[in-house]
């Protein structure tokens, strides 16, 4: 089991920054890779970065490339999300997810309880 624990989030005004952080405990080592999700009011949760803890390659939306970065620090186990530039459009509830591979293919397993980003206009 991974649990995560969300952090960081608030209101912000279009933009501004906001880092959001990502604690991670129990099988942490078990984990393939760890990213982040937001899910805005009426609409389906979907991807926005992620990190391959063996490596440290990153991947992101197109919507965030330029403004998001995705980072880790492997002694803190703690993964963070720096969030520059914001928009109205990126307040959402953003989810950290830990992935394991599952029969060859990294499955986004463990999920944390989210953190509310609101960014006013």
């Known amino acids: 089991q991974v649990q995560l624990v969300e952090s960081g989030g608030g209101l912000v005004q279009a933009g501004g920054s906001l880092r959001l952080s990502c604690a991670a405990s129990?099988?942490?080592?078990?984990?393939?890779?760890m990213g982040w999700f937001r899910q805005a009011p009426g609409k389906a949760r979907e991807f926005v970065a992620s990190?391959?803890?063996?490596?440290?390659?990153?991947f992101y939306a197109d919507s965030v490339k330029g403004r998001f970065a995705i980072s880790r620090d492997s002694a803190q186990n703690t993964v963070y999300l720096q969030m520059n530039s914001l928009k109205p459009d990126d307040t959402a509830d953003y989810y950290c997810?830990?992935?394991?591979?599952?029969?060859?293919?990294?499955?986004?397993?463990?999920w944390g309880q989210g953190t509310q980003v609101t960014v006013s206009s």
């Open positions: 997810a830990a992935s394991q591979v599952v029969l060859g293919s990294a499955v986004w397993r463990y």
């Open positions: 990190i391959i803890l063996s490596g440290g390659s990153t």
């Open positions: 129990g099988r942490t080592f078990s984990s393939h890779s």
